[in-house]
DNA sequence: TCGTAACAATGAAACGATTCAACGACGGCG
DNA sequence: CGCCGTCGTTGAATCGTTTCATTGTTACGA
């Protein structure tokens, strides 16, 4: 329990000054094998292990990024926070995770403590309004760049998924089933990303001569308010019906999965023709394998990083807005069956 | 991209003693009003903001505590994760998290990186034989939390989960439905958590006379590679094949299950009736539900919290160790269905 | 009017690492 | 023999905060 070993103690025990025993830490060349050796056993016996605190101090910033996500629980976030993992560890920093829950509050109170740890760099899926403060940010060196949502490239760079594309395709490919009665099920429409994608769908229904589109707003993205949403649909009769539904995400798709063939007996893709949005692992695992839009997960989070890295290691750096382009994914959900009747 | 504000430009600017300025921050009451609002305004002005790294080098810590997962991607480390962020949140301090992905070598790597930081102490869900470092730890004041991992009660706090009772469990099932030729899919047996399981599922079997319990390595824990199990079940040919499989984990479930019903006709539960483990969202949701062991996730983590927060707070604290009782939870994969034939 | 509490504000010391100007020892060269 | 350059080592200064003994101010009671 005693203090922990200081640089002091280690130069103590090693007979040589402080500033040697920086040296064999940092700049091992400069030092003589002898006294090397003499300063490891040293640091050695004594368990020494570098504060980290005082080098930052020194040095002005940390040697950890802050990645701040919307949820972690989200398999799209996870691939991030582990790409970003991954990418620290290579130049010996560390991940500061903040996950704000799409709650602003959280969001700017992450955004206030790493800014305490003085963080190199900041990647954020950003809730609330936080241009400013990421502004300010910016100004003292502390690059950030915005994940999922497009950023003025005057300003920062970001990563994003053309959200109004996958909506669209999304929708397309309902409309081109067949089916012309179809509902959006998502929320809350705050939300860009949901909003976005309801704009693309807004925008193929309307391509096409009596096709409607219906909203349903969820509160939440989970399978249980999914399926809280599947039971609604059912409760109103099936004249009622939409013929084709597109969820904003798919753990809602899968709930109005198990609502609708579970516990309702209703047929997919022949009553109904579903089809969800970030294609997860579990959508082909499905009680129906669900159709989805596909987002090049993977290639965000190496972007994000690269982009950071960039932004980290040049003195005026360019500013990039990175846009994905989603894929439609097409399985038994949507597959094959013609329009009902 | 000036250098940022310090306590002593905020002196300045307001005129009054660095001290006072961390007094407005630190004690507020023992600063009159008047000043107080003066460094306040000044703090506004220039945008100055704490460095938490001379804090800590003063306070001899940081306010971070250390996280290291097996794997962020799984949902039993998700809301664990969460946990510790929501209790570090609350009084104002940090996750640093670590995803060792099941090496050894990250492991250490992120408990020196941590170590570095001073970290207040650790979540570990361990890999490799890291008593010893964490015991170096533990002296130096870093108290550390096993997580998954029943430890010795002299000397850490442990939260783990009865995997050989889950084992049991799961095997007990299957063979009250009256299967007898079982099989076991998991991998590697190196980990712990899967080879405790395999023990009591070997227990359950051992009890009933005829019964036979087949062990299938995978190496990996993926739908993909339970995926690949299944299908080399089932080249095996239908007299071979086992009439109940337990799996180590559900993914592992999901891609047998896969595997044997959509891309090969066998009948689950009918044929093969199938049990996984974790309970995860989605098992509800696969193409036949799926049986499972449930781990109570959300009180793991917060008891680990509650563990570390003990040991944090106490002066020589009592070591515990938690160890939860898992529950079967049963689906349609292994329900009502007698035995082939 | 003086003494003394109570309260505000001060500023130097300490935390532990890094940096860098300065220094000593040594060898080679003229 | 003296000069110079190189190499290895030294130790004081620095980073930005907190802490705490000290000083200054005010008000009040004797």
Redesign the interface.
């Known amino acids: ?4 070993a200081s640089i002091k103690d280690v130069a103590t025990h090693a007979q040589v000054a402080v500033g040697t025993v920086s040296n064999v830490l940092n700049n091992p060349d400069r030092v003589s094998k002898r006294t090397k050796d003499r300063v490891l056993q040293a640091i050695d016996e004594l ?1 020494f ?6 080098r ?2 020194r040095a ?1 910033h ?1 040697r ?1 990024i802050g990645v701040v996500v919307l949820d ?2 989200n ?1 799209f976030f ?2 991030l ?2 790409a970003a ?1 991954d990418a620290a ?1 290579m130049n ?1 920093s ?6 704000s829950g799409h709650d602003a509050n ?1 969001e700017s ?2 955004i ?7 963080v190199q760099g900041l990647l954020i899926s950003p809730v609330g309004d936080v241009a400013d403060r990421l502004e ?1 940010l910016r ?3 502390v690059p950030t760049v915005l994940v999922d949502r497009r950023a003025d490239e005057d300003r920062f760079s970001s990563v994003s998924v053309d959200d109004d594309a996958g909506g669209y395709l999304a929708a397309r490919h309902l409309l081109d089933l067949g089916r012309r009665k179809l509902a959006f099920v998502g929320g809350p429409l705050s939300i860009r990303q949901v909003s976005d994608r309801l704009l693309g769908a807004r925008r193929a229904v309307d391509e096409v001569d009596g096709a409607t589109l219906e909203i349903l707003d969820s509160d939440g993205q989970s ?1 249980l308010a999914g399926r809280g949403l599947g039971n609604s649909l059912v409760d109103r009769g099936a004249g009622d019906m939409p013929d084709g539904i597109f969820c904003a995400n798919d ?1 809602l798709a ?2 109005v ?2 609502s609708l063939t ?1 516990m309702n007996g209703v047929r997919i893709p022949e009553d109904v023709a579903l089809i969800g949005y970030d294609d997860i ?2 959508a ?4 129906v ?1 669900l159709s989805s839009i596909r987002q090049p997960t993977d290639a965000i989070g190496r972007t994000a990083i690269e982009l950071l890295t960039e932004e980290l290691d040049a003195q005026h750096p360019q500013h990039r807005a990175v846009v994905f382009t989603p894929e439609l994914v097409v399985r038994h959900s949507t597959a094959g069956a013609d329009a009902p009747h």
Chains 1, 2 share one sequence.
């Open positions: 329990m005693s203090r922990a368990g292990v570098r504060n980290d605190a005082a930052q101090l002005g940390s950890t972690v629980g398999p996870t691939s926070v582990r993992e560890a010996g560390a991940v500061l995770l903040g996950d959280r109170h992450y206030d403590l790493f800014q305490e740890q003085r300010a100004q003292r060196g399978v753990l899968l709930g999965m198990q579970m692992d579990f082909v695992s499905a009680v394998p």
